[in-house]
DNA sequence: CGACAGATTGACGAAAGTCAATTACGGTGG
DNA sequence: CCACCGTAATTGACTTTCGTCAATCTGTCG
């Protein structure tokens, strides 16, 4: 039952806020879960039942309209936290884009556990502030930028996230593996896979990036790529 | 200096959460404050010095790009909360679009007096939660609405949240004043006012709004806006 | 009553979307 | 290890929507 003191995401995730006695009884309401790329573990408007940390993989946020259109509304890496605590209705499907790992609660004892341990609050209250700030400048992007901007602002922030994942040392990696497809990087920047796949070659004609596969992506002109976002 | 017992939002702000000795305690590090229309209260990038409660009036909270381009990010109502606990630098600029009454207080002041109040920070997590499920149904608007479609829930929205400044009894509002010019429709919404003003046309030749003067709409036909976002 | 900011309207252009055909990748099984 | 298949990505031709620029109109306030 003492997974917690082994587990990766121990002092990253939301229960770096407890002590050692918080945490065993946090660890006995938790499951273990493993999920397949391409699973759902939540969906839109349902009922709120579990609560997760995420230990391993990457796992999207997604809102839809009735005829297909998607948007991608939030993505969740290792440490991360997902679900809606105290009652409210699930508002995005969850799923997996990558095998992943996660420990759910179920709402109710999460909530429960929490209202009785602030500093567990306080730590997801600081969280939920950042991911608020982070969504608000998602709409500055959504709403104001061009195609063109809007693919080199991904491109370096993904640089950015993904350094730990590629065993780096300090600084964003030039060369990475995107946990998304074209049909997801064009729902996480509201545009059509058709211009992703566009604006990307504008991207190698100019040779800013370059595109050994699928999914990789090597960066060779960093300035380059900053330059298209320096309206910001 | 007790102003906090008569004030309008005593029980719909996050003051809520406080009993009266504690509400005492607070009221004393509060400030007052009137702000004009068009003042603007914080700055994109600054320390984050000041967090307060809306006592009065409506605010916007919006980021801008070097060239100019601007997206509101953020519209906020008496009761609501504004500015950025914890440390961080404020992510937005925050304007009053009428004029308004605040109470504020030195971000420092509330963080400390917060952390010893978890029923204040529970308040305050689940106001930022709804906050955060509110703005990621927004990424869906801007990346993946029409013009038209986007313009037909923004009345909706509207209608439903003004419904008590029209101190009508219960149920959306039929007929109402904006708090925003064209341009600040357009900043929500990610278009240009030629676009807004275009659209808002269209849905008057239809018969489904009219727009007695610049501020005012009076909705005609619910259902037939309401058939437009259907593709929710 | 008049001036000016704000809103509308029109003509045009550019950016992104759509539809369809082709190509390339990556996994599978022989 | 290679050939094959299916999915994903690219490319091209065309359309649509929205943005741009400019002129005109209108409501609001001095």
Redesign the interface.
């Known amino acids: 039952m003492d997974h917690c003191s082994a587990c990766v995401v121990r002092n990253s995730a939301i229960c770096s806020a407890l002590d050692m006695d918080e945490i065993a009884l946090l660890g006995k309401m938790g499951r273990h879960h493993k999920l397949v790329a391409g699973q759902t573990l939540m969906w839109e408007g349902e009922d709120s039942l579990l609560v997760a940390n995420i230990i391993d993989g990457v796992l999207k ?1 997604s ?5 297909g ?3 991608i ?2 993505v969740v890496y290792p440490s991360d936290f997902i679900g ?3 009652g ?1 209705r699930t ?2 499907n969850v799923t997996a884009l990558t095998d992943a790992h996660i420990c759910s609660f179920s709402s109710s004892d999460f909530d429960r556990f929490a ?1 009785a341990h ?1 500093e567990l ?2 730590k ?3 969280r ?6 982070r ?6 992007l ?4 061009t195609a063109s901007e809007k693919l080199a602002h991904f491109l370096l922030d993904m640089s950015a996230r993904l350094v730990k994942q590629d065993c780096r040392a300090a600084g964003p990696a030039d060369a990475f593996d995107l946990p998304f497809g074209r049909q997801q990087i064009a729902d996480i ?2 545009l059509t896979i058709e211009t992703v796949s566009r604006r990307l070659n504008d991207f190698k004609a100019q040779g800013l990036i370059e595109v050994p596969s699928r999914r990789r992506i090597e960066i060779l002109n960093r300035a380059g790529l900053e330059s298209i976002t ?3």
Chains 1, 2 share one sequence.
């Not at 939920?128 to 700030?133: H, I, P, Q, S, V």
């Not at 959504?142 to 930028?145: F, S």
């Open positions: 946020l809102t839809s309209l009735a005829d259109r998607e948007q509304v939030g809606r605590p105290f409210a508002q995005h209202r602030p609050e306080h997801l209250l600081e939920t502030l950042a991911e608020l700030d969504t608000r400048r998602w709409l500055l959504l709403g104001r930028m920047l509201g320096d309206a910001v």
